[in-house]
């Protein structure tokens, strides 16, 4: 199994953009994985936000849909995620994992926790 | 989107206790179903997959089960590395759905 390791500011702004990067070790993120963000929140528990295949094919949240960014970075093997206009309601851990079709989420990172406050 | 509900939010029980947690989705998923435990300050873990399937290296003691429109995860035996909370995913339908978790406690 691959180790996913997240990184990225810790607060953030209301309104402002939540950036972070998930970096790949042990695998290459070019490997047949659904690369996926998930967040969990006191509020509203485990939240699936958005997943990528290497090839580039994406699948979105609705509900965050129209905020949400997913993408690799194959040459940094890393996965990234940007949400825009972000409120406290964000305020979550925030865990990069592979997705195996028919499985489930195998593979986590340990977690950033992001607080939205000013 | 497909809501998973879990029952009970929480149960005490005791080394060597069977505990049984129960899921079911608002809708049919067949048997695409996992389970997950997570202790205080790490990620999930995944248990099991389609409903009954176990992940490599998770001890048999855990076991899943479909019954009509239930799931229900067992531990057949509680040991004192047990006690975390548990949640279930529905692996059927886009957007990925998890339910609120079942906290297992020490009684």
């Known amino acids: 199994q691959v180790q996913l390791q997240e990184s990225g500011p810790g607060l953030v702004k209301p309104s402002g953009t939540l950036s972070l990067t998930c970096a790949v070790s042990?695998?290459?993120?070019?490997?047949?994985?659904?690369w996926s963000w998930v967040r969990q929140s006191p509020g509203k528990g485990l939240e699936w936000i958005a997943e990528i295949y290497h090839s580039g094919t994406t699948n979105y949240n609705p509900s965050l849909e129209s905020r949400v960014t997913i993408s690799v970075d194959k040459s940094r093997n890393q996965l990234s995620l940007k949400m825009t206009s972000v409120t406290a309601a964000d305020t979550a851990v925030y865990y990069c994992?592979?997705?195996?079709?028919?499985?489930?989420?195998?593979?986590w990172g340990q977690g950033t926790l992001v607080t939205v406050s000013s | 989107d497909i809501q998973m509900t879990q029952s009970p939010s929480s149960v005490s029980a005791s080394v060597g206790d069977r505990v049984t947690i129960t899921c079911r989705a608002s809708?049919?998923?067949?048997?695409?179903l996992a389970w997950y435990q997570q202790k205080p300050g790490t990620a999930p873990k995944l248990l099991i997959y389609?409903?009954?399937s176990l992940q490599n290296g998770v001890p048999s003691r855990f076991s899943g089960m479909k019954s009509g429109a239930d799931f229900t995860l067992t531990i057949s035996s509680l040991q004192p590395e047990d006690f975390a909370t548990y949640f279930c995913q529905q692996a059927s339908r886009f957007p990925w759905t998890f339910g609120q978790g079942t906290k297992v406690e020490i009684k």
């Open positions: 389609d409903a009954s």
């Open positions: 042990g695998g290459s993120i070019s490997s047949s994985n659904w």
């Open positions: 809708e049919g998923i067949s048997t695409w």
């Open positions: 994992a592979t997705y195996q079709a028919l499985l489930g989420f195998d593979s």
